[in-house]
């Protein structure tokens, strides 16, 4: 399969027993490209929003992984396993609430887990670990599929923060369901929010999208409500950091609010995610929300937007009721209402 066919940017690869990645935090103004052979930096580019994306930093995870099993001394397996598992914690702490990421860090500690020498054990991860990124776009695409046929010809959607080729290896989950309506032969249109603070909607989304040639207007997040109320958007998709059984759906802070919009103004309002995304044991009150620090509110790059000393609440993502949502669009197919009963049909449908 040609990357080139759907997008160019690929966000994360493994090339010569090292990690390559796009370095998100220099976009849209430039398009560089990093390399690591360490796997703290891994988890510092995790931390720092280097690489973010759930199916993508679950894909980072797992490279991170291989890189710790090449940089590991050990002489035995149970030496290489003990490396492992101090890598994996440190990748976890880096992003708490995304799933994909605990997912990637446990396909390669299984995989680790099975093989008997070391030289063995290290090939396999890194096969495996090249598997889950190959897999990504493949599921990402089929996922596109079954989203595309929810959205019609001449359809307005408005996605909000990135879920596209940057949160992914490349395709995108929301908005490879976009690439894949477009591909389908319908012509549609975007609307992107900015996605405050950290702007990966006007930074990211409007960057790949006006890079792929689709149509995409910028909105700053406060013009939801007037962009709905004015009929100028027909229908919503956003991706997730974390699904539960019950459909409960973490994101991109701000994503409630313009589910809340959506149900107010009767504009579908769809996820798109893959099965990794989705923790089917967590109930609500587990789920730890990402606090991030009060900098990225009060300023903007190094020029102040806040007076000094105030306090700031900025959580990383907030939690959208199912009784909210139309649809869950997945690579099984899109799970609807009453969603514990369907989701749960998805993954059985999968095995």
């Not at 390559?20 to 935090?25: F, G, L």
């Not at 702490?93 to 070391?118: C, D, F, H, Y």
């Not at 910028?218 to 539960?244: C, Q, W």
């Not at 009784?323 to 369907?342: C, D, N, R, Y």
């Amino acid at each position: 399969m040609k990357m080139e066919s759907f997008s160019s940017l690929k966000t994360i690869e493994w090339k010569n027993n090292s990690v390559i990645m796009i370095d998100q935090t220099k976009l849209p103004t430039d398009l560089v490209y990093v390399t690591y052979t360490d796997y703290h930096d891994v988890a510092n580019a995790i931390k720092t929003l280097i690489i973010r994306g759930a199916p993508a930093i679950g894909v980072a995870g797992a490279f991170g992984l291989a890189l710790a099993a090449l940089q590991s001394k050990a002489t035995t397996k149970d030496e290489l396993i003990s490396d492992l598992g101090q890598a994996k914690q440190i990748l976890f702490e880096t992003r708490p609430t995304a799933v994909n990421l605990a997912w990637g860090l446990e396909q390669i500690m299984s995989v680790a887990k099975q093989g008997t020498s070391i030289n063995e054990i290290k090939d396999s991860i890194i096969s495996a670990a090249k598997q889950i990124a190959d897999d990504d776009i493949k599921t990402n695409m089929i996922m596109g599929k079954h989203g595309s046929q929810l959205f019609d010809n001449n359809d307005t959607i408005m996605t909000h923060c990135n879920a596209g080729s940057l949160a992914t290896v490349a395709y995108g989950t929301a908005l490879g369901v976009i690439r894949a309506t477009k591909e389908s032969g319908k012509n549609i249109k975007v609307i992107a929010t900015e996605t405050r603070p950290v702007q990966q909607g006007s930074r990211l989304t409007a960057f790949e999208l006006h890079h792929d040639g689709i149509n995409v207007s910028l909105i700053p997040d406060t013009a939801v409500g007037y962009t709905m109320a004015n009929k100028l958007a027909d229908k919503v998709v956003v991706g997730a950091d974390r699904i539960l059984r019950t459909g409960h759906v973490y994101n991109k802070i701000g994503t409630y609010q313009v589910a809340l919009m959506a149900k107010q103004h009767g504009i579908p309002f769809y996820v798109a995610a893959p099965l990794s995304t989705f923790d089917m044991k967590s109930n609500p009150q587990d789920v730890i929300i990402e606090q991030r620090k009060g900098t990225e509110v009060t300023q903007l790059g190094d020029k102040k937007t806040a007076p000094d000393g105030i306090n700031v609440i900025n959580p990383a993502f907030d939690m959208t009721p199912p009784e909210l949502i139309s649809g869950i669009i997945t690579e099984a197919g899109v799970a609807k209402p009453p969603f514990e009963e369907s989701i749960k049909k998805l993954f059985e449908a999968k095995k």
